[in-house]
């Protein structure tokens, strides 16, 4: 029997946003009118991701602190450490490089917008305050980020103590969003090219010079935690010199995710490598997993960086208690980062409400990180999942040594 031919597989999304890319350049320089005409595709799919962002912060973050399991073994919580304190030095590596290369982006109606700039960290932690008990629906209706955080985290302590029929429908409801989401990024070819081809259009090539530099911003600053940050952190945990792992790690883990771009595929992998490194087999078969959903080193830097990008385009002042807290808001909103590609651009509207910027011009800034994303969403998730294997090896390590 003549076994079935296989369907033709479509071009990856990176490859048709790369494709989107180049036609929205080409009808920019080509034809300007027509360029400003097909802005109307950016305009709906950065309209789509407006309108499912503040739903998959409410549902995700509350299915996935309802369904966490309970039980797990106490060796693993230096690894949980390490997962959370390279996050947060992410944070503070993408804050950093934003200071030292500030990066300032062309995006529409940016004046008229407004937003008024918080004078300070206790105008900040006011705002922050306000926004937390706000009510639900109004949080929904006006993105605000923060509450619908604080309200999600509460109904996902609440519901765990619900049934697990009740639990499960609250998973199915996040994968149901979840895959809402899929949909509008499936649009992420469409959105580029129009997008692109508008703002060359309309601000010529200096445009396609910001988003060059913000693209070399977002990549140093990853290339700086894989071979500077990761290996201190590794360093003071081990106490032995830790680049013959790192760099192992780096090529046999970091070079198939980049390729890949997602952690969770390329958990069998670094498995394997696990495996290879002689590690406890009940230590890591728990730990990888994990850490291929919260250990978000690349999403805090990405967050971080594009929203100083918004702040700075803005012109708001930043002193160092408020950089210093959206650090913790980018480690944190790192950790929840929905398991789709480009899903940690869906949480830069939650960092930039820290400084009172509209919601229409965190939205276009998220757009601004899918035309990056080509070469950003994937020098994140090599940093990410490299980083799982670094950090479960570097406790086992210090385990074994006493």
Known sequence: MTAPASPS??????????IGLLLGIALALAWPEAGKAVGLLGTVF??????????????????????????????????????????????????????????QLTLKDVAAAGGSAPSGIGEVLHTLLMQVVDNPVNALLHANYIG??????????????????????VSDLSAAITWLVRMVIRLAPLGVFGIVASVLAESGLDAL?????????????????????????AAVVMRRNPYPLVLRCLRESGVTAFFTRSSAANIPV?????????????????AIPLGATINMAGAAITISVLTLAAVHTQGI?????????????AAIGACGASGVPGGSLLLIPLACSLFNIPNDVAMQVVGVGFVVGVVQDSAETALNSSTDVVFVAAAEHARARG
């Not at 597989?9 to 790369?18: E, K, N, T, W």
């Not at 060059?212 to 940050?229: D, N, Q, S, W, Y």
């Not at 670094?270 to 728990?286: D, I």
């Open 148 to 169: 619908l955080l604080a309200w999600a985290v509460g109904l996902g302590l609440a519901l765990r103590h619900a049934s697990p029929a009740t639990r499960g429908v």
């Open 209 to 233: 010079k910001e988003y060059i530099h913000l693209l070399c911003v977002l990549v140093g600053a990853m290339l700086f935690m894989a071979f500077v940050g990761n290996p201190l952190i």
């Open 9 to 18: 597989r479509a071009p990856s999304l990176v490859l048709q946003i790369f």
């Open 270 to 286: 670094n498995m394997e490598l696990c495996r290879k490194l002689g590690l406890h087999e009940e230590t890591y078969s728990v």
């Open 46 to 103: 950065i309209s789509a991701l407006k309108a499912v962002a503040p739903v998959l912060v409410l549902v995700l973050v509350a299915a996935s602190i309802a369904n966490h399991q309970h039980g797990q073994k106490t060796h693993l919580r230096a690894i949980l450490m390490l997962y959370v304190v390279g996050t947060l030095v992410a944070a503070l590596v993408g804050v950093g490089a934003s200071f030292l290369f500030p990066s």
């Open 317 to 329: 002042p930043v002193d160092l208690p408020t950089a210093l807290l959206l650090c913790v808001i």
